[in-house]
């Protein structure tokens, strides 16, 4: 079955350091998205990602944040200016899209903002 | 807004039935799904209900009923891979978002 590839695993990093989160969603789907998970806690919605454009972002996603799709293939997230409360694991996803539509998570990278 | 609520922790012996309850309140509504996530691993979709009524998959089979905003996930026969996280999650229909809730720890004991 396609999946959703996310690197790396885990990335630890200082306060105040940028960091890029990659992504390969899977090829034939159209939409793309964000997720971060605080240990223990619920699956939290970040971004969203149509057509080259954000659709849609939650209060999270402030200016510290960005996504890029640079190519074909690769989808990233970048915090800016890393704060200790950015420690979560963040997950990739990807879906074609339908209202029935079933999100493919990648595996997860795990940032430790020390 | 939408919001969703599950219990937070249940648990059943091997071999048992147990039922994940979620109710939902929403400005609009696709259907309920349902996601699986071992610890350290990623959700993974279980199953998806647009109307009323029981959907089957193997052991696993999630219900739906729009106008009680209610639907529930069983797991029969349970194993102990089954001890998991599983999350109910609905569309946001206004938006491009799925939104999760917080999640029920089910424990599996020998």
């Known amino acids: 079955e396609p999946e959703v590839t996310q690197t790396p695993s885990h990335q630890v990093t200082q306060m105040g350091q940028e960091v890029i989160l990659r992504c390969v969603p899977i090829?034939?789907?159209?939409?793309f998205y964000w997720y971060r998970q605080i240990l223990g806690q619920k699956v939290e919605f970040l971004v969203s990602?149509?057509?080259?454009?954000?659709?849609?972002k939650s209060e999270i996603f402030d200016d510290q944040f960005s996504v890029e799709r640079p190519d074909g293939s690769n989808f990233t997230l970048k915090i800016r200016s890393t704060k200790l409360e950015d420690s979560a694991m963040y997950f990739c996803a990807s879906s074609t899209g339908t209202p029935n539509e079933k999100l493919f998570f990648g595996s997860g990278t795990q940032l430790s903002v020390l | 807004g939408q919001s969703l609520e599950q219990p937070s922790e249940v648990t059943a012996v091997e071999g048992a039935i147990v039922q994940i309850n979620c109710t939902y309140q929403t400005s609009g509504f696709y259907g309920l799904s349902w996601y699986q996530q071992h610890d350290g691993g990623a959700p993974t979709f279980l199953s998806y209900?647009?109307?009323?009524g029981l959907e089957e998959t193997g052991r696993f089979s999630s219900f739906l009923s729009r106008s009680d905003s209610y639907g529930y996930l069983l797991l029969q026969e349970l194993q102990m891979k089954d001890s998991a996280s599983y999350f109910c999650a609905v569309r946001d229909p206004g938006g491009f978002k799925t939104i999760f809730g917080a999640g029920t720890r089910l424990f599996v004991k020998a």
């Open positions: 090829s034939n789907h159209l939409y």
């Open positions: 990602f149509y057509n080259n454009e954000i659709s849609e």
């Open positions: 209900n647009a109307l009323d």
